[in-house]
Nanobody, 126 residues
Framework: QVQLVESGGGSVQAGGSLRLSCAASGYTYSTNFIGWFRQAPGKEREGVAAIYTGGGNTYYAASVKGRFTISQDNAKNTVYLQMNSLKPEDTAMYYC???????????????????WGQGTQVTVSS
């Protein structure tokens, strides 16, 4: 099992930036992907970005491509989500999750992820 702890959420005005962190511990050797997901009140959880921990390949939802960047620091067992040009519709609880799925994905489907963090709130005001 992998333990995940998110941090870095907060409140920001539209156009601003935030960087989320996801620190992983435990049995990380079986983890192939770390993904970021978000869930707004009354909406389904959606995949935002994912990174293949073995090679650094990244994958993004269309709604955030060009604005968000996922990256990893293997020495720290930490994955980051840099969020720029934030919009009010980005407001949600953000979760990171770990998956042992194969390299062909699907990378942004939450049912492919096994372990989840507790989430961090991001609020973007207009």
């Amino acid at each position: 099992q992998v333990q995940l702890v998110e941090s870095g959420g907060g409140s920001v005005q539209a156009g601003g930036s935030l960087r989320l962190s996801c620190a992983a511990s435990g049995y990380t050797y079986s983890t192939n992907f770390i993904g970021w997901f978000r869930q707004a009140p009354g909406k389904e959880r959606e995949g935002v970005a994912a990174i293949y921990t073995g090679g650094g390949n990244t994958y993004y939802a269309a709604s955030v491509k060009g604005r968000f960047t996922i990256s990893q620091d293997n020495a720290k067992n930490t994955v980051y989500l840099q969020m720029n040009s934030l919009k009010p519709e980005d407001t949600a609880m953000y979760y990171c999750a770990a998956s042992s799925m194969g390299i062909y994905g699907p990378y942004l489907e939450d049912d492919k992820y096994d372990d989840w963090g507790q989430g961090t709130q991001v609020t973007v005001s207009s």
